[in-house]
């Protein structure tokens, strides 16, 4: 029902600012950004409500990270500033279809597996 097509990723230096990019086709509940470093568990950075645009942020990168939304394009977009060595992962973009699944507990991964969808991933590189 949902396919994503994500963009943006690179090589930045530390200090530095990214923005990625998620177009989606399709209805959803919530969307948001995910990432996963080699040898660790995948972690949920930033999710937004398509109903009343609530959000939630990871501590490792509120202050730092912004998420929005452009509805009219059906895109969401992760604004990230102050980038550091340990931002470094493959970013993935989600969205969530199962209208019970809160923002926050989408971000935790607490969904519904047959109402998830994923983007194919962007390499963000943070290195001097």
């Known amino acids: 029902q949902v396919q994503l097509v994500e963009s943006g990723g690179g090589l930045v230096q530390p200090g530095g600012s990214l923005r990625l990019s998620c177009a989606a086709s399709?209805?959803?509940?919530?969307i948001g950004w995910f990432r996963q470093a080699p040898g660790k568990e995948r972690e949920g950075v930033s999710c937004?409500?398509?109903?009343?645009?609530?959000?939630y942020y990871a501590d490792s990168v509120k202050g730092r990270f912004t998420i929005s939304r452009d509805n009219a394009k059906n895109t969401v977009y992760l604004q990230m500033n102050s980038l550091k060595p340990e931002d470094t992962a493959v970013y993935y973009c989600?969205?969530?279809?199962?209208?019970?699944?809160?923002?926050?507990?989408?971000?935790?991964?607490?969904?519904?597996?047959?109402?998830?969808?994923w983007s194919q991933g962007t390499q963000v590189t943070v290195s001097s």
């Open positions: 989600a969205a969530d279809s199962y209208f019970l699944t809160t923002v926050r507990a989408m971000c935790l991964g607490m969904f519904h597996v047959d109402g998830i969808y």
């Open positions: 937004i409500s398509s109903r009343d645009g609530s959000t």
């Open positions: 399709g209805s959803y509940y919530a």
